[in-house]
C-alpha cells in the first residue's frame, strides 16, 4: 500500500507518481511549490485517482488535481483543496479534527479516521498501489486479437508462459486443436518484459553437447541457483520465517529433457545430498537408474556427495574452474526457469487486481 500524508500546510495535493493520473497532465514551468516539497521541480498538473476504504470499511475512489514533482518523498494531500474540489452535500464544511495519535478528516459523506505515522507523526493513510501502466496494458483484453489468437493467449497463460512458437508447431501437445497451427502468433507483454536478454550475435561456439544417441539417466546435468530474496514453503505458516528457501537444486536428463528442481535452505552438503536422493527416487518411479552426473564443483565436489555418487555405483565430472560453459545443458535450464519465474510474478503482478474484482474473468487464473 502506499502512503499519502494530509498536510493542512499545503495549497495543492502533489503525488510523486506518474501512474496516478487518470488523463494526460499538463506540463507546468516555472512552478514554485511551498511546504514540505519546497524548492523540488514540478513536472506537471492533472486528475489523479487515489483509491483508499473509509471507517465503514467501503471503498472510496479521490479523485482531485494533483501536481506531479517526481522527487517528492510521499504523496500530500492538502484538506482545503479536498474541500474546494469535493464539498460536502448538507453543509458548506469540511472537517480535519486534528488529535495526539489519530486525526479525522470529513468531506461529502466520508469520515476516515487517519492514524499519525510514528516516525514524522504525520497523519498518513494508505492508498491501492498503483500497477505501471505499461503493465496495465496487459490486464485488460487485447482487442485487436482475433478469437483464435485470444484462445491461444487464455491457453498460453493457463500453462504458465511456454513458448508460444512451440505452440503452434505442436498445438496437439499442448491440448489445443491442430488448427492453431495456422494461428498468427499474438504477443504476450509478460514475456515480453520477464523473458529479454541480450543477444548474441556470435554463433560459431554453438554445438551439440554430444552426438551418440543416449537414453534417459546416461548423462544428468546438476546445478545449483541461489536466490537473495528468501522464498517461503509452500506449505509453510504464512509469515516470514527464519526457514526460508534460497536454494535450487537442478537436475536435467540430457536424452529426455526432464528437469526436476529440489528446494533447499542452502548449499550445504546434507541438502544436496537430500535432493539427489529425492530425484533419484521420483526416476526409480519411472524405473529410471542414474548413471552418470554431470557438475560444476561446489557442493557436488564435497567429499560425502562423491562418496554417495561412488556407492551408488555412478560416476560425475565436473567443469574446470571458472568455466561454466562446461555444464552448459544446467545453465541454460537456470535461465529458462529464473525467466518462466520472473515472467509470471510479471503476470501475476499485473492482473491481480482484476482478478479480485472479477473473479469470473476468462480462463487466466
Ligand atoms: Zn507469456
Redesign the pocket.
Known sequence: MDPVVIDSGASHSYTNCNDDFIEEPTLLQNFNITGIGAHLPAKSKGKVRWITTDDHGNTITIVITAIYVPRLPVRLLSPQQLHLELPPKDSNTSSLSIGSTTSVLKWLNHSKTIVHDRNSKLPTFYIEPIVSSSLLATSTKQSNLDPHQQQLLDA??RLG?PSMHLMINKPTQFGLPQRFSRVRVPI?E??QLGKQTRTCNNKTHQRPIRGNPISPGDEVSIDQMECSLPGRYFNGPGHATSHSITVGTIFQDHASRFVYTHLQQSTNAQETLNAKFAFESLMHTYGIQIRHYRADAGAFASVSFVDKVKQSNQTINFSAPGYHQQNGIAERTIRTLTAKAR?MLL?AASRWSSEIIQPNYGPTH
Request: charged fraction near 0%; hydrophobic fraction near 0%.
Open positions: 498460453h497463460y508462459h504476450c509478460s514475456c515472467t503476470h
